[in-house]
């Protein structure tokens, strides 16, 4: 099992004729993912890779294909109208990759979000991937084997580096995602965390935040009163000042509010086994499931 995406999903990618989507989409098809069609408009009858098609257009991609998820490579002054059209094509799931989305882009993008059935992973962020059936983003697939722990992650480097650990400890990953670390994304910790929770062939979940907002202490009320799986946290910017902005645009300590101390003794006192560094993620999963 798993959570979003995998073997079977049909996908979709917007700007696969760009230099960064064709890049990726390419990697994705080495993966194994299903990329069934792409969209770059006035491009459209083209072939990308010599066999996926391309479209102006999602709904003339729908017209031929099922499209499950779209994987979204459109420029940041653009990416928004286009993931718009993603939702009003009623895409299920949509990852957006795109960094430097201006916030008001991202306030309309939400509205429609909101009224709708679909659901968005990102901005700014790695992508989904299903260990060893579905890449949908920018992570390298060698990384991954397919286990038992599910990961969630505001970080994208980060998410490498616990997975890299995971693998190495035995321990594996159903589904790995990678949130976004703008200060508006399309889905939040807590509703991928009840999915964690109902998948069956996941154990455990690790959990990467950041200094900034105030997204893993919620997370961490709804770990203390709806899960029973063990949870791994930790929190990226222990030592970032107050008022400066470290790398992500949400990751900005302000009003006091945000930081990594407070958040982890949040999350500790909810329950959540605490990674001290990014060194022992892997060691701090073993303990949670008494593995060691």
Known sequence: MSILVNKNTNVLVQGITGKEGSFHATKCLEYGTKIVAGVTPFKGGSRFNNSVPVYNTIDEAKKTHRIDA????????????GIIEAIEAEIPLIVCITEGIPVMDMLNVKAALNS??????????????????????????????????????????????????????GLGETTCIGIGGDPIIGTPFIPLLKMFEDDPETSAVVMIGEIGGTAEEEASEFIKKNMKKPVIGFI??????????????????SGGKGTASDKLKTLEKNGVYIADNPSVIGDTAKKALKLS
């Open 236 to 253: 990226a910017g222990k030592t970032a000042p107050e008022g400066k902005r470290m790398g992500h645009a949400g990751a900005i300590i």
């Open 116 to 169: 709708s059935n679909s659901i968005m992973i990102g901005p700014n962020c790695p992508g989904v991937i299903t260990a060893d059936e579905c890449k949908i983003g920018i992570m390298p697939g060698f990384i991954h084997k397919k286990g038992k722990i599910g990961v969630l992650s505001r970080s994208g480097t980060l998410t490498y580096e616990a997975v890299d650990q995971l693998t190495k400890a």
């Open 70 to 81: 779209t994987m979204v490579f459109v420029p940041a002054g653009f990416a928004a109208s």
